[in-house]
């Protein structure tokens, strides 16, 4: 049964850090690409980054490049994405998902971690 559980969320002060984890289960990372995705209060649901290791890839959402960083391991089977710089409108809802592609047709999704950014 393929899993994605998210962690890493909580609450942070404007410039601060968080590093949010995805972690798979009944499938490998290597077959498929990960992505990061948010939904703040009252908005429709954004892409934040994406990595595909099969074309050795990332891909950033522009306005976010220079202070999101996605990365995996393959040894724990687990996604991450580094977040530097935090401010309040980065508050959110983040989701982490799998499919063959990177973009809000994904097949397979966690159940999210809450990101609250103070001002």
């Known amino acids: 049964q393929v899993r994605l559980a998210e962690s890493g969320g909580g609450l942070v002060q404007r410039g601060g850090s968080l590093r949010l984890s995805c972690a798979a289960s009944?499938?490998?990372?290597?077959?498929?690409?990960i992505g990061w995705f948010r939904q703040a209060p009252g908005r429709e649901r954004e892409g934040v980054a994406c990595i595909s290791v099969r074309l050795n890839s990332r891909f950033y959402e522009d306005s976010l490049k220079g202070r999101f960083t996605i990365s995996r391991d393959g040894a724990s089977n687990t996604v991450f994405l580094q977040m530097d710089n935090l401010k309040p409108e980065d508050t959110a809802v983040y989701y982490c998902?799998?499919?063959?592609?990177?973009?809000?047709?994904?097949?397979?999704w966690g159940k999210g971690t809450l990101v609250t950014v103070s001002a």
């Open positions: 998902a799998a499919a063959n592609r990177c973009n809000l047709d994904m097949d397979y």
């Open positions: 009944g499938f490998t990372l290597d077959y498929y690409n």
